[in-house]
């Protein structure tokens, strides 16, 4: 079972959408330690902007985003990390990792969420990207929403 909180967004034209299977080669992510989230990314070379209180990170595959994560040092206590993983129907869907969680969550432009089918399909995609890069729900979370 996958944790996914459906949110507000707006689209960031910069990110390759790799909830669809865009992927290119990766370079390699040095060792996690004890060191700031921009110096890592520094070293690992990638493309990344700092935004307020967010730090985006854009990888170029879902390998890249597993070693990311495997490696990336936790955010300070009032810093995130966003990594776009792409948008399908005008849903988008990102990785959020906070100093206490790492979440997938999905949002639709600056308003509420409408129902349609194609939520059905990203909600699938993102699960299929949550299982693949072991991102986990909480345990003792209780389900309120019953499929």
């Not at 070693?67 to 959020?96: R, W």
């Amino acid at each position: 079972m996958s944790i996914i909180i459906v949110m507000g967004m707006k689209s960031n034209s910069k990110p390759k959408n790799l909830i669809s299977g865009e992927e290119e080669k990766t370079p390699s992510t040095p060792e996690k330690n004890a060191q700031s989230v921009e110096s890592f990314l520094d070293m690992t070379g990638m493309e990344w902007e700092k935004r307020g209180k967010a730090t985006y990170i854009y990888p170029s595959s879902i390998a890249q985003v597993r070693e990311i994560l495997e490696k990336l040092p936790s955010p300070t206590e009032n810093e995130y990390v966003i990594i776009p993983l792409g948008s399908t129907s005008g849903y988008s869907a990102f990785i959020m990792v906070t100093s206490r969680s790492t979440s997938i969550r999905i949002g639709y432009a600056r308003n509420s969420i409408p129902y349609s089918t194609s939520l059905l399909n990203i909600v699938e995609k993102t699960a299929k990207v949550s299982k693949e890069l072991g991102i986990e729900n909480r345990k003792n979370s209780k389900n309120l929403i019953e499929v």
